[in-house]
T-cell receptor, first 113, second 111 residues
Framework: KAGVTQTPRYLIKTRGQQVTLSCSPI?????VSWYQQTPGQGLQFLFEYFSETQRNKGNFPGRFSGRQFSNSRSEMNVSTLELGDSALYLCASSLWTGAYEQYFGPGTRLTVT | KNEVEQSPQNLTAQEGEFITINCSYS?????LHWLQQHPGGGIVSLFM???GKKKHGRLIATINIQEKHSSLHITASHPRDSAVYICAVSSFGGSQGNLIFGKGTKLSVKP
């Protein structure tokens, strides 16, 4: 089975722009979670989607949003980029929501200049 | 105070040594995860456990729910074990997607 894929892998944007990141989960997985990793804050939960519905959202401003499609693929969007949004964005998929192991993608490294 | 605390933050070992990384948490949990992150960013899930002990190859993870403590042990460590090990918990009643992470333990195994 193919693993979790994320596109693009690297991205450079300018402050004020917006960006969309994509995540394709493992085939058959219905849950997709997004995380932000920075040197200062470490790993932080952004949101989780299950069956096209957002189940949980972390403590991030409204500039961070996401969605999930009927094929379980997910996108996250960050509008009005700030320098502090520079980070590694990871998505993880699991078979279901609940006590299931999460499988992580390679991440998208976003640099905001 | 962080809800998930790991120790030590950094660990250097000689090849062949037995290694222990500790994780303490302060919230009620439904599961605890041990993750491994290599340079470059990729994260691999090593264990997910809610009680007792699990073993996979040279890796052993234990959890004591009453004491809110978990340990990750590496037997016969090898330089390829060098990575950051991250403890994460799913708080009780919340979605498993809502993980709370420790700051990680950076392990370096010297040949």
């Amino acid at each position: 089975k193919a693993g979790v894929t994320q596109t693009p892998r690297y991205l450079i944007k300018t402050r004020g722009q917006q960006v969309t990141l994509s995540c394709s989960p493992i085939s058959g997985h219905r849950s997709v979670s997004w995380y932000q990793q920075t040197p200062g804050q470490g790993l932080q939960f952004l949101f989780e989607y299950f069956s096209e519905t957002q189940r949980n959202k972390g403590n991030f401003p409204g500039r961070f949003s996401g969605r999930q499609f009927s094929n379980s693929r997910s996108e996250m969007n960050v509008s009005t980029l700030e320098l502090g949004d520079s980070a590694l964005y990871l998505c993880a998929s699991s078979l279901w929501t609940g006590a299931y192991e999460q499988y992580f993608g390679p991440g998208t490294r976003l640099t905001v200049t | 105070k962080n809800e998930v605390e790991q120790s030590p933050q950094n660990l250097t070992a000689q090849e062949g040594e037995f290694i222990t990384i500790n994780c303490s948490y302060s919230v009620g949990i439904s599961a605890l995860h041990w993750l491994q992150q290599h340079p470059g960013g990729g994260i691999v899930s090593l264990f997910m456990l809610s009680s007792g002990k699990k073993k996979h190859g040279r890796l052993i993870a234990t959890i004591n729910i009453q004491e809110k403590h978990s340990s990750l042990h590496i037997t016969a460590s090898h330089p390829r074990d060098s990575a950051v090990y991250i403890c994460a918990v799913s708080s009780f009643g919340g979605s498993q997607g809502n993980l709370i992470f420790g700051k990680g333990t950076k392990l370096s195994v010297k040949p």
